[in-house]
């Protein structure tokens, strides 16, 4: 898809580029989605568009259509839910949310409506301009709350049966009189399925007015109020075709495909996993493999639970209507069956089959170096993968009764580990614990190069199962991101990987990876690169027995904490009333004056303990920010929840001041004061986490040893992609022949070869040409890249930075080593703004640092530099001056 002939998503590409669109995400939206699910970059560049869009765009079409495409996965139903928030202020309150799938309607019910679930997606209470806002399931727009967020969900065809059929309390044209709506469409590709079957003349003339009957129903309701809105949601818009391209040329926003959610790292990496085993013997290494990972999130303790599906194909064409069902299910038969009469002999054959290096036998070695033989994995496997921890989703009406379980599969309380299905999972399945995809069948559909429709399918059913699986095992580390692409050999990679298990079938499994490639789930220029230490290098004192030092994440120590921060003390609480401002008007005769009957509105200043112990009492009960367990965390000193709303410490000299009139204020009711405090308290909470438990870099430096350190890594890169086409290429190979250096020859650098960025590359010729220079100073000089080895931690709020370099010089000087250790970081022109803080950070290390050292004869001294950039020439004159101080 050429992004040229899209004129919306092109003017707000040059307006990102220009950095004009919004950088701040409204409150409306930041503090009423829910807290676990922290904004994503994208997510909020999606907003950024979006709200540039509706206040500041000058071409804006009215009523506006606009279509978010964005990767499965993403978080579309999170852009849904944020979106409604943002419209409200807006004045916006009548959603209507349609689908072509039942299933995906009781999901989204649930994310928006439920809050009991585990995806409910906004906070545990909406606060937009100091009102309470509720979301209502509605069945129409008459006499809805004007207030309140009321939401119609529906199917396209159900909506255009009612509107056409309608009946009793059901929604009808008369709810769109006068009345500006919010339609979401999710998948919204099958609205262009049909565009595209109209226009390749492949439906009947019955089906043609089916579709332009309900096509006229949604677009009637769009038309009926020029301040309408139609957002429409997909991951596969199939914009390569003319005539759905030409549809959106002014509607396409925002397009974040697979291909950028992958680069991005969200989710798993996909691996093929080819076995010449039968088709229970495939599905048996699959749940070895699973096994696998269970217990390495528990050896982290992570409680999270792998789940296989084992996928059936069509029976094509099925001799009866329940065939395809019967195909799945006599499978799960089979493997109940093997299950239950599961020995030691079943998973030896599998640990025999196993190349030496594959991810199988690595499972099999870590069983064996647990201390769990085959018998004990056989009792585990029976236990895991038992009847009632399977589930079947074929038919309709199991499909439609497992639904909940289905779609709640990550939570601690749904034990299922296995999930047989044909097509059912296909589309709006949301599931991140799934790691294992069994095919089931070993038919290919691919003719004349072209990937079939099948071989598509099973692609596309693999990236929606290829989100990645959130964890941390240090707070460094990203939640949803993958972790482990510059350490392959890292034991958790296996945690982020989905593994697709298929008969040995060369030609398919090519097809299935240019599938993959199409998609953007797989790029075929991805590649792994062994990042290894030179030999001669780890025979050197220095690597043996030299140090690295680096500071520590600390979290601030709450214990000496007696009361609020003064910060929160000091401040005063804004709150305005509803004044409730009327005017009469008499008209009597055209010379007499007007009279208008209204109140002045004044300020006014209270302590919060003048509202009553009771209210405030009640107001901390609605947040449970306030549960008594959490506020201990912040304040261990904190007694009671008493003390805590008497004492002048704490909440009852808070300063609120009021704006409305003098009648309010003397006649403020209970409900009215209840309210103002719980808005109070909610600004509090929000500067409470503000103030406490903040993160921080220590200023005392740690040794480590170098060997521990510096280790040999595999590194994945995809080449030619990024704003830096040098990445993954050797110095020995590189993109560009001014970045050639053989690293073999070069004693002074530590490793064999270096895949940075050109700026690397260049920083690492600038060191060789500076080298004989230094040699005229120190013994030992030694320049080591820093993939992933090691973090500092900035001092003031715990920001983790990981130098790219760290150069080590050493001289005898008087009888004493004087070792410097020095961080260097080059940059890239389009990112010495961005990242400007990490610059300021490296030279803040120089002047204030501790080294706590036993060494006897060691002076050890650190030192940041400026960025390294060769083609500013302000920065690279700064660099090389501070660099000269060291030849000193």
Not at 324 to 334: A, G, H, L, P
Not at 360 to 388: C, H, M, P, R, W
Not at 579 to 606: H, P
Request: charged share 30%.
């Amino acid at each position: 898809m050429s992004n040229e002939q899209f004129e919306l998503l092109n003017n707000l590409n040059s307006l990102k580029k220009m950095d004009m669109l919004p950088k701040e995400i409204p409150d409306s939206i930041l503090q009423n989605i829910n807290p676990k699910f922290e904004l994503r970059k994208y997510q909020k560049e999606a907003f950024s568009r979006f709200m540039f869009y509706m206040e500041k765009y000058n071409r804006r079409e009215k009523p506006s259509q606009l279509l978010f495409q964005m990767a499965t996965g993403s978080g579309k139903t999170l852009i849904m839910a944020g979106s409604i928030l943002y419209l409200y202020e807006l004045g916006y309150r009548n959603i209507i949310f349609f689908v072509d799938s039942t299933n995906i309607i009781e999901k989204t019910r649930t994310n928006f409506l439920n809050e009991e679930s585990s995806k409910y997606l906004f906070n545990n209470r909406i606060n937009i301009g100091s009102r309470i806002v509720t979301i209502n399931e509605v069945d129409n727009f008459q006499g809805v709350n004007e207030n309140e967020i009321n939401i119609h969900f529906t199917t396209t065809q159900g909506l255009h049966t009612r509107m056409n059929n309608p009946k009793e309390n059901s929604i009808t044209y008369e709810d769109f009189i006068d009345q500006k709506i919010v339609m979401l469409s999710d998948e919204a590709h099958h609205l262009n399925a049909e565009t595209k079957a109209v226009k390749n003349k492949k439906l009947t003339q019955n089906e043609f007015r089916e579709v332009l009957s309900w096509e006229g129903t949604v677009n009637r309701i769009f038309m009926s109020n020029k301040e309408n809105l139609l957002l429409e949601f997909t991951a596969t818009a199939d914009l390569s075709e003319q005539v759905i391209a030409n549809k959106y040329k002014n509607k396409l926003i925002y397009d974040y495909n697979l291909k950028k959610f992958y680069l991005d790292k969200f989710s798993k990496e996909v691996k093929v996993l080819q076995a010449n085993l039968s088709t229970i013997e495939r599905a048996l290494q699959a749940i070895v493999l699973s096994q696998y990972r269970y217990k390495l999130f528990a050896d982290h303790n992570k409680i999270i639970k792998p789940v296989v599906m084992f996928k059936a194909n069509y029976v094509n064409p099925p001799k009866r209507r329940d065939e395809n069902t019967i195909v799945s299910s006599e499978f799960k038969e089979e493997f109940i069956e093997k299950i239950e009469n599961l020995n030691v002999t079943d998973l030896q054959k599998i640990r025999d089959n196993a190349e030496e290096d594959s991810i199988i036998k690595k499972a099999f070695n870590y069983f064996d170096q647990s201390g769990t033989t085959l018998e004990n994995l056989v009792i585990q496997l029976k236990t895991a993968f038992s009847e009632d921890k399977c589930i079947s989703v074929d038919s309709s009406s199991e499909n439609k009764s497992n639904q909940i379980i289905i779609n709640s599969l990550e939570d601690n309380d749904n034990q299922i580990r296995a999930v047989f299905a044909v097509d059912a999972l296909n589309e709006g399945w949301d599931v991140l614990n799934l790691f294992d995809i069994v095919r089931l069948y070993d038919t290919r559909d691919s003719r004349n190069g072209q990937v079939g429709k099948t071989t598509m399918a099973e692609a596309q059913l693999i990236g929606r199962g290829a989100r990645n699986c959130p964890f941390q095992i240090d707070s460094s580390q990203p939640l949803y991101k993958r972790k482990y692409d510059d350490d392959l050999k890292n034991s958790l990679r296996v945690c982020e990987e989905l593994y697709y298990h298929s008969s040995h079938n060369p030609r398919y499994i090519q097809e299935l990876n240019k599938a993959l490639d199409t998609i953007g789930i797989k790029p075929s220029n991805t590649v792994e690169r062994n990042f290894i230490l030179k030999e001669e290098f780890k025979k050197t004192d220095f690597y043996k027995l030299g140090v690295i030092w680096v500071n520590e994440l600390k979290i601030r120590d709450n214990s000496e904490i007696v009361g609020l921060a003064n910060k929160i003390k000091e401040k005063t609480f804004k709150l305005s009333l509803n004044t409730g401002f009327t005017s009469e008007v008499i008209l009597i005769r055209e010379s007499e004056e007007l009279e208008q009957d209204y109140e002045v509105v004044e300020k006014t200043e209270k302590e919060l303990g003048w509202f009553g112990k009771s209210i405030i009492r009640k107001a901390l009960q609605r947040n449970s920010f306030y549960k008594f367990s959490n506020l201990k965390g912040h304040y261990p000193n904190l007694k009671s929840i008493s003390e805590f709303i008497s004492s002048k410490e704490y909440l009852s000299k808070l300063r609120v001041e009021l704006t409305g009139t003098k009648k309010q204020f003397i006649n403020l009711t209970p409900e009215q004061k209840l309210n103002i405090v719980s808005n109070v308290l909610e600004d509090v909470s929000k500067d409470i986490g503000k103030e406490t438990n903040k993160k921080y870099g220590s200023k005392t430096f740690i040794a480590h040893g170098i060997k521990h350190v510096f280790k040999d890594k595999i590194l994945n890169f995809n080449l030619s992609d990024g704003e830096d086409g040098e990445t993954g290429f050797p110095m020995k190979a590189p993109k560009v022949a001014s970045n050639y250096l053989d690293l073999s020859t070069e004693e002074w650098y530590a490793f064999e070869e270096n895949f940075g960025t050109s700026e690397e590359k260049k920083l690492v010729l600038f060191i060789k040409s500076a080298y004989e220079e230094l040699k005229k100073t120190y013994s030992e000089i030694y320049l080591l890249r820093n993939e992933r080895h090691f973090k500092l931690y900035r001092y003031s709020d715990g920001k983790a930075v990981e130098p790219d370099f760290v150069l080590f010089l050493s001289k005898k000087d008087d009888n004493k080593q004087i070792i410097y250790q020095v961080f260097i970081e080059p940059k890239g022109g389009h990112l010495l703004e961005k990242d400007a803080w990490k610059e300021e950070f490296l030279q803040e290390i120089k002047n204030d640092y501790e080294v706590k050292t036993i060494f006897q004869n060691k002076d050890y001294n650190l030192i940041g530099l400026p960025f390294y950039n060769s083609e500013d020439v302000n920065k690279r004159d700064e660099f090389k001056n501070e660099f000269n101080n060291l030849l000193s």
